[in-house]
Every structure is written in C-alpha cells, then in structure tokens.
Nanobody
Framework: QVQLVESGGGLVQAGDSLRLSCAAS????????MAWFRQAPGKEREFVAA????????WYADSVKGRFTISRDNAKNTVYLQMNDLKPEDTAVYYCAAKYFTPARTPGDYAYWGQGTQVTVSS
C-alpha cells in the first residue's frame, strides 16, 4: 500500500515556475514507479511525466518536454515535478500516482493516487 499527498500548487503567471511535491508513505515506495498526471476541466486525465523506482529513467509528455522535470528522493519518500516556463494550457489539477514495477503512461495502470493539487496559470 502507498499513500500519496501532493502539495505546491497555486496561481502563477505565464512564464513562472512551480515545484510540486508528492509525499508518499508505505513500505513499498522505494520500489514503485511514480508519475504525474493532470486533468483540466472537461478533459480526460493525461500523462505528464514518470520516473522509475531508481530515478534513473524518466519519461515526459511531448507538451511538457524541456519545461518540466520529474525527480524523486527515496530517502525522503518524495517525488517532485519542477515546472518551468508555465503556460495557460498547463492549468489543471495535478495528480501524483504510483504503481509497482515499470512506469506507464495510462492512468488505469496506476493503483495509487493522491487527491490532487490545483495549478492555475494566468496569461
């Protein structure tokens, strides 16, 4: 079992940066692949970024590649999403998710979810 709590969202202007954090509890965090998804009003939940349990492998959606960076600190049981050069289209609720073994891009592949944190980017 893994419990996830996101933080760090807020209201920013286009071009600003934010860092989201996802604090995890549970003995299996260190062996879990972690990911960030987002969901805008009226849209489906979409993949943003994922990281392997070691932190060595990362994947990104094309829309955020070069602007967002996912990382993890297994000693702190925390996953981060550094978001730079934010755009209005990045506005969404951002969710942290965990699954065993390898990362995936499909929400249905993840067994554990946080409650989400709102990110709003004004133009």
């Amino acid at each position: 079992q893994v419990q996830l709590v996101e933080s760090g969202g807020g209201l920013v202007q286009a071009g600003d940066s934010l860092r989201l954090s996802c604090a995890a509890s549970g003995r299996t965090f260190g062996s879990s692949a972690m990911a960030w998804f987002r969901q805008a009003p009226g849209k489906e939940r979409e993949f943003v970024a994922a990281v392997t349990w070691t932190g060595a492998g990362t994947w990104y959606a094309d829309s955020v590649k070069g602007r967002f960076t996912i990382s993890r600190d297994n000693a702190k049981n925390t996953v981060y999403l550094q978001m730079n050069d934010l755009k209005p289209e990045d506005t969404a609720v951002y969710y942290c998710a965990a699954k065993y073994f390898t990362p995936a891009r499909t929400p249905g592949d993840y067994a554990y979810w946080g409650q989400g944190t709102q990110v709003t980017v004004s133009s």
